[in-house]
């Protein structure tokens, strides 16, 4: 019984609890989203057991959320990018992001987490530098009124969605993870909503990839 409750019952607070053995066996995890930062990843409070909703509560104070969430990057697809570090953002940046925002805040997700992303977003806090850990994970969102033994089950691939609004690129870089469909399918659907004009390709050719975007650019003053 304490074997189930640690492994099952338990929540796991932020990337940083999250053990090799639990991304070695791609454990599933559900939770509901608080917040959304970027396009391509978002905060996920764990929800595990049952109860919640009913006797047992997810915070909405950001003081009450302070170290109590998993930071998501959503495996396979890759956002237009915000401006930040002194660079202007890229075009549909805004959009992609009001997207998810929209699609995800406030509800159930299901994740298979895959592995730690060692590239966390460095945030500044007063002097010093602290990096939080992003978990790659597949993201699937509970469709409204099922119940949770359904849940995962009937659940809608968020990559596979954001693809088909335009509002990402298929991610192509080492690590890259598919989920059970495979990089065809992305590749396919991302294609589609070119063709279509969807989202970030309403006017064709988006010029720099998310991906080129982030290259680093040669230093002109040297």
Not at 39 to 65: M, S
Not at 87 to 92: I, T, W
Request: glycine residues 8%; hydrophobic residues 40%; charged residues 25%.
């Amino acid at each position: 019984m304490e074997i189930i409750k640690r492994q099952w019952l338990r929540r796991i607070r932020t990337a940083d609890w999250v053990t090799p053995d639990i991304l070695t066996r791609r454990r599933w995890v559900k939770g509901i989203v608080t917040s959304v930062g970027d396009a391509d990843n978002f905060r996920l409070y764990h929800t595990p057991g049952i109860g919640w909703g009913l006797f047992r509560t997810v915070p909405t104070r950001a003081k009450d959320l302070k170290d109590q969430t998993i930071h998501v990057r959503i495996a396979g697809v890759d956002a237009p990018e915000g401006g930040h570090f002194g660079r202007p953002s890229q075009p549909h940046a805004e959009e992609s992001l009001v997207w998810l925002k929209n699609r995800l805040e406030g509800r159930l997700v299901y994740c298979q987490l895959i592995r730690k992303d060692q590239y966390g977003r460095v945030v500044r806090l007063f002097a010093t530098l602290r990096i939080t850990l992003k978990l790659v994970a597949v993201p699937l969102v509970s469709r409204p009124f099922l119940p949770s033994f359904l849940g995962k089950r009937w659940a809608s691939p968020l990559a596979l969605e954001m693809l088909r609004a335009g509002a990402v690129t298929t991610y192509e870089q080492a690590g890259a993870e598919y989920g059970p469909w495979g990089r065809e399918a992305f590749l396919r659907i991302e294609a589609k909503a070119r063709t279509t004009r969807r989202g970030m390709w309403k006017y064709g050719c988006v010029g720099e990839t998310p991906a080129e975007y982030k290259r680093p650019k040669p230093d002109v003053n040297l």
